[in-house]
C-alpha cells in the first residue's frame, strides 16, 4: 500500500510569487492534516480535513493560504502571494481513525522562497 | 494551551551508548502521546507511542513511558545504532484539540562508530 505522497519534494520561489503544493493520502484515511516546520522550529499545525470538510483550519497564518480538499481525496496548499517568512518544511499527514491519533505523514515539501 | 518541551540537540553518543531524550508536556485532559523519528532525507515516521497513564511504548529497543505525575514521556534506549542517527520529536495528541499533534522542537541524534 502506498504511503502518503507530496508534491514537490523542493520548490523554490521568489517572493511574492504563487506555489501550491500537493497531499496524496494514504487511500481510504478521510483525516488529513497539515503541518510545517519554519526554520528548525517547531512541527506547527496549519489545518485538520476531514474528508472534503474543513474541521479545524486554527493553525492557518493567514489568509494568503489556501487549503482545498475537492472531493476528499487528495489536497492542494497554495501561498499566494508567498512571503520569505513562509520558507519551511510543509508535511501531509493522514489517519484512518481520527480518535486513535496515529497520523502517518508524508516526505514534506520544501519550501524556499527568496 | 498544549504545549511539549524537549532537549535540545543535538546529541552525539558513540555506537554502544545509552540514550535518554528527556520530553515534558503541558495538557488539559488525558491526552496521547507519541515519538515520531525523521532518518535523513525522508518523513516522519511513528516510532512508539502510549495513550494512558503508566503505559509503556516501545520499538527498535527504544522505551518511552507516559508519567501523568511528571508530565514527561522521556525516550530511552540501552545501546544506540549509527542507523538510529535522526532526529526525533516528542508529541502530543489531545482529543478536545481534534487529535492534531503538538510537537517539540525536536531533537538530533548523532551516532558514532
Given at each position: ?35 510545517r ?31 482545498e ?26 489517519s ?6 496515529e497520523?502517518f ?10 | ?44 515516521q511513528l ?19 507516559y ?47
Amino acid at each position: 500500500e502506498a504511503g502518503v505522497t507530496q508534491f514537490p519534494s523542493h520548490s523554490v520561489i521568489e517572493k511574492g510569487q504563487t506555489v501550491t503544493l500537493r497531499c496524496d493520502p494514504i487511500s481510504g484515511h478521510d483525516n488529513l492534516y497539515w503541518y510545517r516546520r519554519v526554520m528548525g522550529k517547531e512541527i506547527k499545525f496549519l489545518l485538520h480535513f476531514v474528508k472534503e470538510s474543513k474541521q479545524d483550519e486554527s493553525g492557518m497564518p493567514n489568509n494568503r493560504f489556501l487549503a482545498e480538499r475537492t472531493g476528499g481525496t487528495y489536497s492542494t496548499l497554495k501561498v499566494q502571494p508567498a512571503e520569505l517568512e513562509d520558507s519551511g518544511v510543509y508535511f501531509c499527514a493522514s489517519s484512518q481513525d481520527r480518535r486513535r491519533g496515529e497520523q502517518f505523514f508524508g516526505p514534506g515539501t520544501r519550501l524556499t522562497v527568496l | 494551551g498544549n504545549s511539549v518541551t524537549q532537549m535540545e540537540g543535538p546529541v552525539t553518543l558513540s555506537e554502544e551508548a545509552f540514550l535518554t531524550i528527556n520530553c515534558t508536556y503541558t495538557a488539559t485532559g488525558y491526552p496521547s502521546l507519541f515519538w515520531y523519528v525523521q532518518y535523513p532525507g525522508e518523513g516522519l515516521q511513528l516510532l512508539l507511542k502510549a495513550t494512558k497513564a503508566d503505559d509503556k511504548g516501545s520499538n527498535k529497543g527504544f522505551e518511552a513511558t507516559y508519567r501523568k505525575e511528571t508530565t514527561s514521556f522521556h525516550l530511552e534506549k540501552g545501546s544506540v545504532q549509527v542507523s538510529d542517527s535522526a532526529v526525533y520529536f516528542c508529541a502530543l495528541s489531545a482529543h478536545n484539540a481534534g487529535n492534531m499533534l503538538t510537537f517539540g522542537g525536536g531533537t538530533r541524534l548523532m551516532v558514532k562508530p
